[in-house]
């Protein structure tokens, strides 16, 4: 039986009734690097109570001028399509899961 995957919007997904945090990226971006194993960890330790999304704001223009970001990396939290925290900039891994688990 042939299988379609329907791809999500970046609305559909950040709608949802779970936390995502959303990462405002660039490919060439230092400290977007360096937020990669800090996300990595934070989804380890937080498992299905967070989802965690990458937007390469290269690629996705249109998403990063909607939300104004303006700096990479700009991490911001939304549940029910309501932002409910943002911050442009690395976050050390133990000041993100005290943010992130401030709304789990």
């Known amino acids: ?6 791809m999500e919007t970046f609305s559909d997904v950040i ?8 990462d ?7 400290p977007c690097k ?4 800090v996300l990595e960890q934070l989804k ?4 299905d109570r967070l989802r965690i999304i990458k937007i390469d704001v290269d690629k996705n223009q249109a998403v990063a001028a909607q939300y104004q970001v303006q ?8 549940r029910g ?11 050390p891994l133990q ?4 943010i992130v688990e401030s709304y789990v």
């Open 1 to 6: 039986m042939y299988n379609q995957k329907i």
């Open 15 to 22: 709608s949802a009734d779970r936390l995502v945090l959303v």
């Open 24 to 30: 405002f990226f660039a490919t060439w971006c230092g």
């Open 34 to 37: 360096a937020m990669h194993p």
């Open 44 to 47: 380890q330790q937080l498992g």
């Open 71 to 78: 700096a990479v990396p700009t991490l911001m939290l939304f």
């Open 81 to 91: 399509g309501r932002q409910l925290w943002r911050q442009s900039g690395a976050v």
């Open 95 to 98: 000041q993100l899961m005290g």
